[in-house]
Protein backbone atom coordinates (compact mmCIF):
# COMPACT_ATOMS: atom_id res chain seq x y z
CA UNK A 1 0.00 0.00 0.00
CA UNK A 2 2.46 2.44 0.68
CA UNK A 3 4.79 1.49 -1.67
CA UNK A 4 2.56 2.21 -4.46
CA UNK A 5 2.54 6.59 -3.49
CA UNK A 6 4.65 8.90 -3.22
CA UNK A 7 2.49 11.12 -1.21
CA UNK A 8 3.58 10.03 1.59
CA UNK A 9 0.47 9.59 3.25
CA UNK A 10 -0.57 9.36 6.75
CA UNK A 11 -1.63 6.75 9.26
CA UNK A 12 -5.07 7.22 8.42
CA UNK A 13 -5.22 7.45 4.84
CA UNK A 14 -3.05 3.78 5.37
CA UNK A 15 -6.20 2.69 7.44
CA UNK A 16 -8.95 3.51 4.84
CA UNK A 17 -6.90 1.92 1.97
CA UNK A 18 -6.36 -0.95 3.68
CA UNK A 19 -9.63 -1.50 5.09
CA UNK A 20 -10.71 -1.49 1.61
CA UNK A 21 -9.34 -4.96 1.65
CA UNK A 22 -9.60 -5.74 5.52
CA UNK A 23 -12.39 -4.28 6.60
CA UNK A 24 -12.31 -5.66 9.99
CA UNK A 25 -8.44 -4.57 10.32
CA UNK A 26 -8.38 -1.70 13.85
CA UNK A 27 -6.31 1.46 13.10
CA UNK A 28 -4.24 0.62 16.04
CA UNK A 29 -3.37 -2.39 14.14
CA UNK A 30 -2.39 -0.27 11.58
CA UNK A 31 -0.33 2.27 13.76
CA UNK A 32 1.33 -0.52 15.28
CA UNK A 33 3.15 -1.83 11.90
CA UNK A 34 4.09 1.07 10.90
CA UNK A 35 5.77 1.90 14.06
CA UNK A 36 7.27 -1.66 13.69
CA UNK A 37 8.02 -1.18 10.18
CA UNK A 38 9.57 2.47 11.45
CA UNK A 39 11.66 0.85 13.48
CA UNK A 40 13.01 -1.96 11.56
CA UNK A 41 13.97 0.73 8.70
CA UNK A 42 11.71 -0.79 6.06
CA UNK A 43 9.92 3.08 5.50
CA UNK A 44 10.32 6.27 7.20
CA UNK A 45 8.65 8.61 9.34
CA UNK A 46 8.49 12.11 8.23
CA UNK A 47 7.31 14.10 11.13
CA UNK A 48 8.99 17.62 11.26
CA UNK A 49 6.46 19.91 12.17
CA UNK A 50 4.70 18.09 15.34
CA UNK A 51 1.29 17.16 12.46
CA UNK A 52 0.73 14.55 11.59
CA UNK A 53 3.24 11.48 10.73
CA UNK A 54 3.51 10.94 7.42
CA UNK A 55 4.99 7.71 5.81
CA UNK A 56 7.70 7.19 2.97
CA UNK A 57 8.48 3.69 1.11
CA UNK A 58 11.58 5.51 0.11
CA UNK A 59 14.44 4.48 1.44
CA UNK A 60 17.58 6.02 2.61
CA UNK A 61 18.09 9.43 3.65
CA UNK A 62 16.60 12.33 1.04
CA UNK A 63 15.12 15.66 1.49
CA UNK A 64 11.14 16.62 1.77
CA UNK A 65 8.93 19.70 0.86
CA UNK A 66 5.84 20.23 3.30
CA UNK A 67 3.58 22.56 1.71
CA UNK A 68 2.35 24.75 4.32
CA UNK A 69 -1.01 25.77 2.75
CA UNK A 70 -1.93 22.01 1.93
CA UNK A 71 -0.02 20.14 4.22
CA UNK A 72 1.04 18.07 1.09
CA UNK A 73 4.53 16.21 1.54
CA UNK A 74 7.18 15.79 -1.28
CA UNK A 75 10.43 14.18 -1.81
CA UNK A 76 12.90 17.11 -2.97
CA UNK A 77 15.20 15.45 -5.73
CA UNK A 78 18.59 16.96 -4.44
CA UNK A 79 21.41 15.41 -3.36
CA UNK A 80 21.77 14.59 0.54
CA UNK A 81 25.16 17.15 1.63
CA UNK A 82 26.58 14.89 3.75
CA UNK A 83 29.28 17.83 4.58
CA UNK A 84 26.97 19.07 6.63
CA UNK A 85 26.75 16.38 8.71
CA UNK A 86 30.90 17.26 9.09
CA UNK A 87 30.38 20.38 10.18
CA UNK A 88 28.20 20.22 12.74
CA UNK A 89 30.81 17.16 13.97
CA UNK A 90 33.06 19.78 13.80
CA UNK A 91 31.01 22.51 15.43
CA UNK A 92 29.55 20.43 18.44
CA UNK A 93 32.58 17.69 19.13
CA UNK A 94 29.30 15.07 18.79
CA UNK A 95 29.41 12.13 16.23
CA UNK A 96 27.02 13.09 13.71
CA UNK A 97 24.91 9.90 12.10
CA UNK A 98 23.00 11.94 9.64
CA UNK A 99 20.87 15.00 9.10
CA UNK A 100 16.99 15.78 8.58
CA UNK A 101 16.22 18.42 6.43
CA UNK A 102 12.80 19.62 5.07
CA UNK A 103 11.62 22.34 3.09
CA UNK A 104 8.72 24.21 3.44
CA UNK A 105 6.76 26.89 1.34
CA UNK A 106 3.64 27.04 -1.10
CA UNK A 107 3.29 24.14 -3.40
CA UNK A 108 2.53 24.56 -7.22
CA UNK A 109 -1.33 23.54 -6.79
CA UNK A 110 -1.58 25.84 -3.90
CA UNK A 111 0.52 28.89 -5.10
CA UNK A 112 -1.90 29.50 -7.69
Known sequence: MLEGTKSHP???WIYH???KKLPNISL?????????MADEGEI??????GEHSRF?????N???FRCQTCGSVCDVEEPVHQELDQKAAAMTGFIVSHHVLEFRGT?????G
Open 17 to 19: EVR
Open 44 to 49: TEVNMS
Open 62 to 64: HYH
Open 107 to 111: CSNCK
Open 28 to 36: GTVYRNLRI
Open 10 to 12: TAD
Open 56 to 60: DARRG
